[in-house]
């Protein structure tokens, strides 16, 4: 395969890239795959990747278990930042399911539209992963409203740059052509890759130089080692996956799972680096009480009562509970009643 800068030519020769259908050196034609795995009809409406189709479905239902842990630590550094970068993977997964599989057809009017939304959200989400990177530097605190809307207003930019060049490329207005994709170009291979090596990058000198633990360091090369096996998956040895295994797969189904396995590689880092304050958590995990030794509800006495320091006069008393020609002991310390002893009661040299 031979990669040209700003030409889909050899890649979508070997990969069935989403955008492949709507560009090409050929005006209006599209670039088709040499090799692509073989579609299933069902109840009249043909399939195109169903395996791969079934890969979206398991990473979205993984996508929402890892939301649903991250919002779990209710105290954990970053946290509003990282969920908002799984919910966009999340959205991602749902769009490419529906543009690989061919629901939405590559000859309808929709489809470059679909195709311009989910260009922009790629490149939105690499740009969430990469203000993420900055997050654990505390150049704004985690959380508040200027961390959350920088990401925020970054996200959204990247997101309607992106979606303009690409729907720009895809119909040939204000100065785009399918036939020269060089934007889309950049921002649909080479941006991703501009964005993970600076994460990985920022990633390594925060464990480094604030963390005593070096396990973290294991899970950022996990998902650098998924993230390019994908990439050399998809763009080298596509073709090849697809003749041995007679078109039931091809490289797409391997990138689809390689990335799912490097997205769960970045929750598992976050994971490791941010620990939850239980003073102030709230969740399933059980949470450790010191309990006072003068509190009133371990100290046995009668609630409502009031707790008085002994003093001399009394401190060899040993009163009981129970009432006894009125009251006695402990009990008797309540608002309204002059003080111990009673001499009412017959109290004489500590006897009755």
């Not at 629901?103 to 539209?113: N, R």
């Not at 130089?209 to 990439?231: E, H, K, S, Y």
């Not at 090849?240 to 689809?256: E, P, Q, R, S």
Request: proline share 5%.
């Amino acid at each position: 395969m031979t990669i040209k800068f700003g030409s889909f030519d050899g890649l979508c020769q070997t990969a069935a890239l989403v955008v492949c259908p709507l560009v090409g050196s050929t005006a209006g034609q599209g670039v088709e795959p040499t090799c692509y795995s073989r579609n299933v009809q069902v109840g009249g409406t043909l399939i195109f990747q169903p395996s791969t189709c079934f890969v979206h479905i398991v990473a979205i239902i993984m996508t929402a278990i890892m939301i649903y842990h991250v919002r779990s630590k209710y105290t954990a550094v970053g946290r509003k930042e990282i969920v908002m970068f799984f919910y966009m993977f999340a959205v991602i997964e749902l769009l490419a399911m529906f543009l690989d599989s061919g629901v939405i057809p590559t000859a309808s009017g929709a489809y470059p539209w679909f195709a311009a939304v989910y260009t922009g959200l790629i490149a939105a989400a690499y740009c969430c992963l990469l203000i993420n990177g900055f997050v654990g530097f505390q150049f704004a605190e985690d959380g508040t409203p200027l961390s959350l809307w920088l990401l925020r207003l970054s996200c959204l930019a990247v997101f309607g740059v992106a979606f303009f060049v690409a729907i720009a490329t895809f119909k040939g207005f204000a100065g785009f052509a399918p036939t020269k994709p060089l934007g889309l170009w950049i921002i649909y291979i080479l941006w991703p890759l501009i964005t993970v090596v600076i994460y990985v990058v920022l990633q390594l000198i925060l464990v480094i130089r604030t963390l005593d633990d070096r396990w973290p360091i294991g899970d950022i090369l996990f998902g650098v080692a998924f993230f390019t096996v994908a990439q050399i998956v998809l763009f080298a040895f596509s073709v090849t996956i697809c003749d041995a295994v007679k078109h039931y797969i091809d490289g797409l189904f391997f990138f689809t799972l390689a990335m799912l396995l490097s997205v769960m590689m970045v929750y598992k880092y976050w994971d490791s680096i941010t620990k939850e304050d239980l003073e102030f958590s709230v969740g399933s995990k059980a949470a450790v009480w010191e309990l006072s030794p003068k509190d009133p509800l371990l100290a046995g006495g009668t609630p409502g009562a009031v707790d008085y320091e002994p003093d001399d006069n009394q401190s060899s008393y040993q009163g009981t509970a129970s009432l006894v020609g009125g009251e006695r002991g402990r009990d008797y310390y309540r608002p309204g009643h002059a003080g111990y002893p009673p001499a009412s009661n017959g109290y004489e040299n500590g006897r009755y």
